[in-house]
């Protein structure tokens, strides 16, 4: 069809839409339904359709709604938790009745009698478990539902650089990155803070997921305590100075990253039920607004909570100690880990295969032509939902007319579907919740104002199958591909999803995909390592005692600092040698 014959149509259809903020949407016959809307992001500050759906609106600079996105959607994720360690979430949760917990006693025959560590799963508690040959193995079972603070990121590994942040605050009111290594005063001190609202544990991650128990008698009974026949532990017996270590204790190592490689990716560790109603994020730019600053022009790897305000600290105490002091959950009922899961289901695979398709280096005017159009396909089938009837196009000469303006009303029903309903459970929301819900608008309008623009300059540049229309020949297929790539690419780099995050090629079945992990890979200095157990207080060791490696002995293969800095996915050997 030609598109000059629709811009008398256009111009009605515009008319129309100005007259209301509503999409005309027919409910006869349908009790209770109403046309979908739009929440006003200022109250009392009417927007227009001009101003609000601009396709070259790009989000605020300081926005953290992706990143309140990204994290809640890889809370209890082994992958995305170790790429970027420094967590921002401290979130309620709960260990349902049978849930098994493990403890390696470190050689002791008796069952701890204050908060100590417990894994959840064997092999991480067994390579606690040390002896000549043999070691003691406790398996607790959940008698009740045990109730917990999970700490998101690498919330386990004992550095310096951010890590433990948000724990230390709920601890000792600041982060306190030189106690990086004083984990039985920070264990001994959640403990006593948690225990005036009935906190059983505190749910954290290193190599796998662990939570620190704080009463081995409450909430929990004896399965089994076990003498378990065991190889000999070199990170017992190993000279600091040797680099040979017996092939077992690197099968031990190996299978502690194995079992954490199970929790991946979504669901996650699923035996940790977590309450987003009582969400609290560090990237809430109301709750502690003083780290906008302290992010400013960093990369999201040197994201930390050192630098946060005394007077942000105590609002988010208040917080913590509110949904900590809560008798029942509260809410709106919304499922905000499905709906989040949805989106990321129903647009990381499409983004990543339109960013392969416009990864191409031939000249060939026919060869780019033909990939335009594959593109511009993957493009319209992720609109089609939204693609309203009919879809009016201008003549891009048409004066008076924005070129990309008959697509503001598809570009607002896909940024508005997920949430419109959702929006009038707002007087029922936590303060969580409204959080949650604004992450999620937020991410939606990107996501939908870039493929909308893409796909609108596809569909005027003639690419379209389903609404064809006259090139003339401006702008060139060249210049298309171009913005496409820049757009895919920024939009992908904002989003900034770990799904993304993968071994390429893929590895094979002697292989795992692995990330640079604490303390395997941490840089480290020469010399002996303390324990990761170990009472001692290092409040006033050197700071290279930090850092230290806290599950024994072994020289780890030295890392380039680079990978740690910025993990890279690496195929290792799940057989031996090992490749980590």
Not at 85 to 114: A, C, D, E, F, K
Request: net charge negative; hydrophobic share 35%; aromatic share 10%.
């Amino acid at each position: 069809m030609h598109y000059q014959s629709f811009v008398g149509a256009l111009s009605l259809g515009l008319a129309a839409l100005a007259l209301h903020d509503q999409f005309p949407i027919n409910t006869t016959g349908e009790t209770g339904a109403r046309p979908l809307y739009v929440i006003n992001s200022n109250p009392g500050q009417p927007y227009s359709n001009s101003e609000q759906w601009r396709l070259d609106e790009y989000p605020p600079e300081n926005a953290t709604g992706n990143l309140i996105f990204d994290t809640v959607h890889s809370l209890l994720q082994h992958w995305p938790n170790t790429r970027y360690r420094h967590g921002h979430n401290i979130v309620p949760g709960m260990i349902p009745i049978g849930t098994l917990l493990y403890h390696g006693t470190n050689g002791s025959r008796m069952i701890p009698s204050g908060p100590e560590w417990t894994a959840m799963d064997p092999e991480h508690s067994i390579f606690f478990s040390r002896g000549n040959g043999s070691g003691w193995h406790l398996t607790l079972a959940a008698t009740r539902p045990l109730k917990v603070l999970y700490f998101d990121g690498s919330s386990a590994a004992k550095i310096s650089e951010g890590t433990m942040d948000t724990q230390d605050i709920v601890a000792w009111g600041e982060p306190q990155p030189e106690r990086a290594f004083d984990e039985k005063d920070r264990i001994d001190d959640l403990c006593t803070w948690g225990k005036e609202f009935g906190i059983d544990g505190f749910m954290r991650m290193e190599m796998d997921f662990e939570v620190m128990l704080c009463d081995f008698t409450a909430g929990v009974e004896v399965v089994s305590f076990v003498h378990l026949t065991l190889p000999r532990d070199d990170r017992s017996f190993h000279s600091p100075t040797s680099l040979r270590v017996d092939p077992n204790t690197w099968v031990r190592t190996f299978e502690v990253m194995h079992s954490g490689s199970w929790h991946n990716r979504y669901p996650g560790d699923s035996r940790i039920v977590l309450d987003l109603t009582g969400l609290i994020s560090l990237y809430d730019t109301a709750l502690a607004p003083s780290l906008i600053s302290v992010r400013a022009g960093l990369q999201r790897l040197e994201h930390r909570v050192l630098g946060i305000s005394s007077e942000d600290i105590s609002r988010v105490m208040r917080r913590v100690t509110e949904i900590a002091s809560r008798p029942d959950p509260a809410g709106s009922g919304t499922d905000w880990k499905a709906l989040i899961h949805v989106i990321v289901d129903r647009y990381a695979d499409r983004l990543e295969l339109t960013k392969y398709l416009l990864n191409i280096t031939s000249s060939d005017p026919q060869e780019l032509l033909q990939r335009a159009k594959l593109a511009q396909t993957q493009l319209r089938v992720m609109v089609t939902p939204y693609l309203l009837h009919p879809t009016v196009v201008p003549s891009a000469g048409t004066s008076g007319v924005d070129a990309s303006q008959w697509s503001f009303p598809i570009f607002r029903l896909c940024a508005t579907t997920h949430t419109s309903h959702i929006t009038s459970l707002v007087p029922l929301m936590t303060s969580s919740e409204r959080l949650l819900l604004k992450a999620v608008e937020d991410t939606m309008r990107e996501i939908c104002r870039v493929t909308f623009k893409m796909w609108a300059d596809g569909v005027m540049g003639g690419l379209d199958s389903v609404i064809p229309v006259e090139r003339n020949g401006e702008p060139g297929v060249t210049q298309i591909m171009n913005n496409w790539r820049k757009d895919i690419n920024n939009v992908m780099s904002w989003l900034d999803w770990s799904v993304w995050i993968k071994c390429r090629p893929a590895c094979g079945p002697e292989e795992m995909c692995y990330l640079s992990t604490w303390p395997i890979n941490f840089p480290r200095p020469e010399g002996p390592l303390p324990s990761p157990r170990d009472s001692q207080n290092f409040t006033n060791a050197p700071d290279a005692q930090y850092v230290a490696d806290p599950v024994g002995r072994p020289q780890y293969p030295t890392m380039p600092a680079e990978d740690w800095s910025l993990p890279q996915p690496k195929c290792i050997r799940r057989l031996q040698p090992y490749g980590f």
